[in-house]
């Protein structure tokens, strides 16, 4: 390959990690690539052997994402959490006992009604009060508070 032809390779492969960058807002997705993309096209233009320029590349790119993702991460906000993160830690009552082996059980957390299991597999009567330890599809996973 020529290096003008490497030149231009390098300028679309930048071209392109900015347009996906662009079209994911918000997301930080490829501009660590089209960083290493424009380091690459430098070193096409000091006509660099191939092989330099791709090691250019992924090394650029690698160090661009583990040196500034945990600022990016920081000015980003904090995560929210779904509803099913938020019920773990609460408190529900029994409504049906839990029994396990023959898959039964329910409780009622702030006034829904879930399916449950015991995440000690102990046997749990109806009336007792248990903690969500976590939440598994519709179905908690529940321990005596």
Known sequence: ??????????????????VVEVATTGAL????????SLFAMFCAIGETPL???????VVSSTVMLIV???F???????VVQTNFELNIGKTAIVTEDIINEKCEGRVTLDGTNWAAVSADNDLI??????????????KLIVARS
């Open 1 to 18: 390959m020529t290096a003008t032809t490497l030149i231009i390779a390098w300028a679309i492969a930048f071209a392109f990690f900015v």
């Open 29 to 36: 997705v490829s501009v660590w690539l089209g960083i290493g």
């Open 51 to 57: 092989w330099v320029q791709l090691l250019v590349f």
């Open 68 to 70: 500034t993702r945990p």
């Open 72 to 78: 990016v991460k920081k000015f980003q906000g904090s």
């Open 125 to 138: 009567p109806a009336g007792t009060s248990v903690t969500v330890r976590q939440v598994d599809g519709a």
